[in-house]
Each structure stands twice: as structure tokens, then as C-alpha cells.
């Protein structure tokens, strides 16, 4: 089973950027499409962009043009950058897999969700 901790989360003022970092422990990582997730309070959480396994990258629309996902499989680590940061965008980030459900993407958990890691916009 796969296990990923994420780090790089904080407070910040709107307009600003952080960059996420995902570290995933396990053999799986490299075949596995991966995504970012995020949950507000009294929200569901939501997928937020995927990096497959050849680099392709797909966003949700909110965060299109502000927000940069990429991996690593060297390292087996996946990476949010985020810029342009909203209000809107303060959650707890998670990552894990992900995969094409036929229509859309959605998650495809390779192990355990970790903990997050807490965005925090505001002024």
C-alpha cells in the first residue's frame, strides 16, 4: 500500500503563491496517473488537477492558469504549484491516485489519504 505525505501548506495573503509537495512511499506510484484534492470546511472534497503517467496535466476550472501540477518519479513526489492564490482556495490539499472514470476524473486511492496539508488565503 501506498503512503503520501503532503507538506508546503500555510498562510498566505491573496495574490500570493506556496508549492505543495506529495511524497508517496511504495512501487506503484510511477504507473498511476496522480492527482491534488482539496476540501473546505463543510465542502466535499474535490479533485483539483491530475498529472498522468506521461506528464499530461488537466485542472479544474477554478484553479486554470494559477495552479501547476508536475511529478517526479525519481523521487516519487508529485507537486502543486500555486499562484495567484484566492480566498476561495484555502482547504486542507491532499494527493493520491486518480484515474479516467469514462467521462471525467476522479479519485482511484492508491493507499490511505494522508493528512493534508492546510492552505490558508487570506489578508
Known amino acids: 500500500q501506498v503512503q503520501l505525505v503532503e507538506s508546503g501548506g500555510g498562510v498566505v495573503q491573496p495574490g500570493g503563491a506556496l508549492r505543495l509537495s506529495c511524497a508517496a512511499s511504495?512501487?506503484?506510484?510511477?504507473?498511476?496517473?496522480m492527482a491534488w484534492y482539496r476540501q473546505a470546511p463543510g465542502k466535499q472534497r474535490e479533485l483539483v488537477a491530475v498529472?498522468?503517467?506521461?506528464?499530461?496535466?488537466k485542472y479544474t476550472d477554478p484553479v486554470k492558469g494559477r495552479f501547476s501540477i508536475s511529478r517526479d518519479n525519481a523521487k516519487n513526489t508529485v507537486y502543486l504549484q500555486m499562484s495567484s492564490l484566492k480566498p476561495e482556495d484555502t482547504a486542507v490539499y491532499y494527493c493520491?491516485?486518480?484515474?479516467?472514470?469514462?467521462?471525467?476524473?476522479?479519485?482511484?486511492?492508491?493507499?490511505?489519504w494522508g493528512q493534508g496539508t492546510q492552505v490558508t488565503v487570506s489578508s
Open positions: 493520491n491516485g486518480a484515474a479516467w472514470t469514462g467521462t471525467s476524473w476522479g479519485a482511484w486511492p492508491l493507499g490511505s
Open positions: 511504495g512501487s506503484f506510484f510511477s504507473t498511476n496517473a
Open positions: 498529472v498522468t503517467t506521461s506528464g499530461s496535466t
